[in-house]
């Protein structure tokens, strides 16, 4: 699993700016073009018409992680290419589709010219910091699991902005040797010693438990000289994207900003987001579902949509829809099991619907209903929970919402293949209980629509 770093930023807050920057680079790209090519008689019509045209173009640039991601990364590659071909095809429809009077290469100039600056904006505008800035030093109160856990995701992040420096222990005689090659420097009491010499400008506090000694007044001093002190959970959610469940305390839920009631305005303004795109997605899309109900029953007998208990908000039942992607009668022989990544059940048909999630389309009648939302935790079937909920005590806090069709733990994490997968996917479902709103939910729906695009399901 990937540490997450920028993508939970950006995803978890407002996407507008990537969107603005990339419409502005639109707009003068059309700009620019009309001033040098287009006959004056078309002006109002070019401007009017490519500027309505951007509004599809740009999502479409935009899915090289756009405001989900930063380019700069071990996907470089893979987002720059997606980018370019999103772009060539964009041109090509606005060549294509373009009303009388506009020439196709004047259409075709205007989309290299955005097509260029979109790209320019996504290395300069978005890149999270200059290469040469100087990583920021951190200093981990306390020996303990959450300080490893912290050390490692640091390690991990694609876009590095922190460096562990040392670790200070609780313990007299725990005080030599290293965490993941970072020295131990002393004891916790020495923290305004160090900060002080090493220039450290925040402090992360990860004790092992009530039983180890926290340093208050050291600490407040540090704190009181300009020196930022935050909660290692604080530090590790932030960081990775999903919540430390390790000796996770009900007060950290209780106490902690967000875990929030079902606010009237909040669930209000997700229900009519669901109402709307399932109702425009059921007819967007009959096409495909026509073609795939067409292709499942070639392919394999049995019944093209599949029908299953699910668990939904509340703990209620409900049946749930999906196109049929394995051979009638899986589990026959099994019984109720996991999925797993090269199953032999899965038909021909069954792999292809799966990695596009076509295969979810059926569940736009489940949200339509109200039985489903577009985003939030996956339904489990009822076979599974009371297994889940025994070895994971917060596990049934998930039903506090409506399951979704996707999830941030979907496209975190994706699908399990058995109990033990649970845990890191239950973390990420607690971080977007903790910090769902609306800009969230279209960041994941943005984020979907890619994995979709790059055939990144399973």
């Known amino acids: 699993m990937q540490a997450v770093n920028e993508d939970i930023r950006f995803a ?106 979109a790209l320019g904006s996504r290395l300069f505008v978005h890149h999270p910091r200059p290469l040469s800035r100087r990583l920021e030093p951190i200093l981990v109160i306390g020996r303990s699991e959450l300080g490893r856990s912290i050390a490692e995701s640091v390690e991990k992040q694609r876009n590095r902005e922190f460096e562990i420096v040392g670790f200070l222990s609780a313990e007299d005689t725990d005080l030599e040797g290293n965490e993941h090659g970072i020295p131990v420097l002393g004891k916790i009491h020495d923290v305004e010693k160090w900060v002080e010499e090493l220039g450290i400008k925040r402090v992360v506090v990860a004790p092992r438990g009530r039983e180890d000694h926290f340093p208050a007044q050291e600490l407040l001093w540090t704190k009181l000289r300009g020196c930022r002190v935050e909660s290692g959970l604080d530090f590790y959610e932030r960081l990775t994207g999903r919540i430390y469940l390790k000796n996770l305390r009900s007060s950290y839920l209780i106490f902690s900003h967000g875990f929030g009631s079902r606010r009237p305005l909040s669930v209000v303004s997700k229900r009519i987001l669901d109402l709307l795109v399932s109702t425009v997605g059921l007819f967007a899309v009959s096409p495909v579902m026509i073609l795939t109900a067409l292709a499942i029953r070639l392919d ?66 489940n ?31 998930r039903s506090s919402l409506k399951p979704g069709i996707t999830g941030w733990a979907q496209i975190r994490h994706g699908y399990v293949s058995d109990f033990a997968g649970f845990e890191e996917k239950l973390s990420f479902d607690l971080y977007y209980m903790k910090h769902r709103s609306l800009w969230v939910d279209l960041s994941i729906l943005w984020k979907t629509a890619k994995t979709v695009v790059q055939l990144q399901g399973v």
């Not at 951007?54 to 700069?72: D, H, K, N, T």
């Open 367 to 397: 949200v339509f209903r109200g039985e489903m939302s577009l985003v939030g935790p996956r339904p489990e079937r009822p076979e599974f929970i009371e297994e889940l909920n025994d070895r994971y005590p917060y596990f049934s806090l």
């Open 300 to 365: 394999s007998k049995g019944p093209i949509i599949f029908e299953q208990q699910r668990i939904g908000q509340d703990g209620k039942a409900f049946r749930v829809r999906k196109f049929r992607s394995m051979f009638d009668n899986a589990e026959a022989a099994t019984g109720p099991c996991f999925t797993q990544e090269q199953d032999s059940r899965i038909t021909r048909v069954g792999y292809f619907i799966r990695k596009t999630r076509i295969d979810e389309l059926p569940q736009l009648w």
């Open 12 to 117: 978890f807050q407002n996407p507008i700016p990537a969107y603005a920057a990339d419409l502005m680079c639109f707009a003068a790209a059309t700009a620019f073009t009309w001033y040098l090519l287009a006959p004056p008689t078309t002006g109002v019509l070019y401007t009017g018409w490519s500027m309505a045209f951007g509004f599809v173009v740009c999502p479409l640039v935009l899915a090289a992680e756009g405001p989900m991601a930063r380019v700069f990364g071990d996907r470089v590659g893979i987002d720059v290419v997606f980018a370019v071909v999103c772009g060539a095809l964009g041109a090509a429809l606005f060549s294509m589709l373009a009303p009388p009077g506009i020439s196709a290469a004047t259409a075709s100039h205007a989309m290299g010219v955005f097509l260029a600056l």
